[in-house]
């Protein structure tokens, strides 16, 4: 079995023989419904056999903890291999859960984030007649985007191990990308698939065929776990402008539409504007459509005929679209990067910008930009007007129930939205 379980006594022993990332907590969730019973008070975790170990298998380590609370007990870990104890350090739970050497030791041994706080000052407003915009806070302070990779590589799959860069939790608080994580690179090249940071929380969808995205939420930055992507978009900066978005209808609004209504915002209102935007934000759903890779876009799984993954003799087989609108009134926090056609670009490098984005071919609408965002949907949270954004995304990720994680295709429709705006100033590429 994949999962193995026993009593000795009062105490449920459980010991797993697979990854515990998002999928493999599915599994483990199964298996601790069937053998938990009401009155446990004790249960502990072999993971002798466990080699990976991500911010799934640690949130059904923590659910499990809550459920035994009510009982006055607590769950132990123990055989903890190298990398899952780095990640459990890296995420801070190495401090919550007692972790002992052996079996025998851990059967013989026999805290939420605080909330923020916040008054909010409204600036101004803007309106169309789509949806308004109301301004709760305002920075000048320049932003960039930091690139590793270019967009081509994916689109072409042509990735090789000398195109994989890693990346600290503590560089990347905001971005999208492809990428995986593990300890060795075989553990994640041939999944690699859409990855997003947010509030600093590493999310990526796995293209191991069982459509279930993975994640990792640090508390600390150790540096023993990195990022590793083949291609990332990261905000270097601040958000410039945090904005409360109302829809105006109750058909909502889109995804485009919200960013034509920003970029005439900023061509009328800011003589700086330059003609790039990165936006994050926590919205209401009214109708999510996305997609997702399904197979990792590295050389040796390159498509036969050296066209790109999104040609139509390609794109059915190496990705998954969604034209069905899912998940209405629960929440996504997004975050994305947006150039507006109408404007003057010549502050940028062409080739910059081809190394950024592309005609997604499920975004249909008439295009007067260019847009890439992912988002992470979450079970229904308040939504609250805050100049804290940054602060409210971190306590969504710590305290909210994950549901799925995709590409944002254009046409997904928000009814109401907080959203962090940062007006790009320059395009920095890393090596």
Same mark, same amino acid.
């Given at each position: 079995?994949?999962?193995?379980?026993?009593?000795?006594?009062?105490?449920?022993?459980?010991?797993?023989?697979?990854?515990?990332?998002?999928?493999?907590?599915?599994?483990?969730?199964?298996? &601790? #419904?069937?053998?938990? /019973?009401?009155?446990?008070?004790? %249960?502990?975790? +072999?993971?002798?056999? @466990?080699? =990976?170990?991500?911010?799934?298998?640690?949130?059904?380590?923590?659910?499990?903890?809550?459920?035994?609370?009510?009982?006055?007990?607590?769950?132990?870990?123990?055989?903890?291999?190298?990398?899952?104890?780095?990640?459990?350090?890296?995420?801070?739970?190495?401090?919550?859960?007692?972790?002992?050497?052996?079996?025998?030791?851990?059967?013989?041994?026999?805290?939420?984030?605080?909330?923020?706080?916040?008054?909010?000052?409204?600036?101004?407003?803007?309106?169309?007649?789509?949806?308004?915009?109301?301004? &709760? #806070?305002?920075?000048? /302070?320049?932003?960039?985007?930091? %690139?590793?990779? +270019?967009?081509?590589? @994916?689109? =072409?799959?042509?990735?090789?191990?000398?195109?994989?860069?890693?990346?600290?939790?503590?560089?990347?608080?905001?971005?999208?990308?492809?990428?995986?994580?593990?300890?060795?690179?075989?553990?994640?090249?041939?999944?690699?698939?859409?990855?997003?940071?947010?509030?600093?929380?590493?999310?990526?969808?796995?293209?191991?065929?069982?459509?279930?995205?993975?994640?990792?939420?640090?508390?600390?930055?150790?540096?023993?776990?990195?990022?590793?992507?083949?291609?990332?978009?990261?905000?270097?900066?601040?958000?410039?402008?945090?904005?409360?978005?109302?829809?105006?209808?109750?058909?909502?609004?889109?995804?485009?539409?919200?960013?034509?209504?920003?970029?005439?915002?900023?061509?009328?209102?800011?003589?700086?504007?330059?003609?790039?935007?990165?936006?994050?934000?926590?919205?209401?759903?009214?109708?999510?459509?996305?997609?997702?890779?399904?197979?990792?876009?590295?050389?040796?799984?390159?498509?036969?005929?050296?066209?790109?993954?999104?040609?139509?003799?390609?794109?059915?087989?190496?990705?998954?679209?969604?034209?069905?609108?899912?998940?209405?009134?629960?929440?996504?926090?997004?975050?994305?990067?947006?150039?507006?056609?109408?404007?003057?670009?010549?502050?940028?490098?062409?080739?910059?910008?081809?190394?950024?984005?592309?005609?997604?071919?499920?975004?249909?609408?008439?295009?007067?930009?260019?847009?890439?965002?992912?988002?992470?949907?979450?079970?229904?949270?308040?939504?609250?007007?805050?100049?804290?954004?940054?602060?409210?995304?971190?306590?969504?990720?710590?305290?909210?129930?994950?549901?799925?994680?995709?590409?944002?295709?254009?046409?997904?429709?928000?009814?109401?939205?907080?959203?962090?705006?940062?007006?790009?100033?320059?395009?920095?590429?890393?090596?």
């Amino acid at each position: 079995m994949d999962i193995n379980s026993e009593r000795k006594g009062e105490i449920l022993i459980i010991s797993p023989k697979i990854r515990l990332d998002a999928y493999g907590a599915i599994k483990l969730d199964d298996v &601790l #419904k069937k053998q938990l /019973k009401d009155h446990d008070f004790a %249960v502990i975790f +072999d993971l002798e056999e @466990v080699k =990976y170990l991500s911010s799934g298998g640690i949130r059904t380590f923590l659910e499990t903890q809550k459920k035994l609370e009510k009982n006055d007990g607590n769950i132990t870990l123990c055989n903890v291999k190298k990398y899952p104890r780095e990640v459990l350090e890296m995420a801070g739970f190495d401090q919550i859960f007692p972790i002992y050497s052996t079996l025998e030791d851990a059967i013989a041994s026999y805290k939420k984030p605080p909330r923020y706080s916040d008054s909010d000052v409204e600036y101004s407003e803007f309106e169309d007649d789509i949806l308004s915009l109301k301004t &709760l #806070k305002v920075s000048n /302070k320049n932003s960039y985007l930091k %690139v590793l990779g +270019d967009v081509q590589g @994916v689109l =072409y799959a042509r990735i090789t191990a000398e195109d994989i860069y890693s990346r600290k939790f503590s560089d990347t608080e905001y971005s999208i990308g492809l990428g995986g994580l593990g300890e060795d690179i075989m553990d994640y090249m041939g999944i690699m698939g859409e990855m997003m940071t947010i509030g600093g929380t590493m999310v990526w969808l796995p293209t191991d065929g069982h459509d279930t995205p993975d994640f990792l939420i640090p508390q600390r930055d150790t540096g023993k776990i990195t990022i590793h992507t083949g291609f990332n978009v990261a905000l270097d900066g601040e958000f410039n402008e945090i904005m409360v978005v109302q829809a105006k209808t109750d058909a909502g609004f889109s995804v485009d539409e919200l960013y034509a209504s920003l970029f005439k915002m900023a061509r009328e209102m800011r003589t700086s504007f330059k003609g790039i935007i990165s936006i994050a934000m926590q919205a209401d759903i009214k109708e999510f459509y996305s997609s997702g890779v399904n197979i990792s876009p590295i050389e040796d799984l390159a498509p036969n005929n050296q066209e790109m993954i999104t040609h139509e003799d390609n794109i059915d087989s190496w990705m998954n679209v969604n034209t069905i609108g899912k998940y209405k009134g629960e929440t996504i926090v997004s975050f994305g990067v947006g150039v507006d056609l109408k404007s003057d670009l010549s502050a940028f490098d062409e080739d910059a910008l081809g190394s950024l984005f592309y005609m997604h071919p499920a975004n249909l609408s008439d295009k007067a930009m260019l847009l890439h965002n992912h988002a992470v949907v979450f079970k229904h949270l308040p939504l609250i007007e805050t100049s804290d954004l940054n602060g409210r995304i971190r306590e969504i990720v710590n305290n909210g129930y994950f549901m799925d994680m995709r590409h944002l295709l254009d046409n997904t429709r928000i009814r109401r939205a907080v959203i962090g705006i940062s007006y790009i100033n320059d395009i920095i590429f890393e090596d």
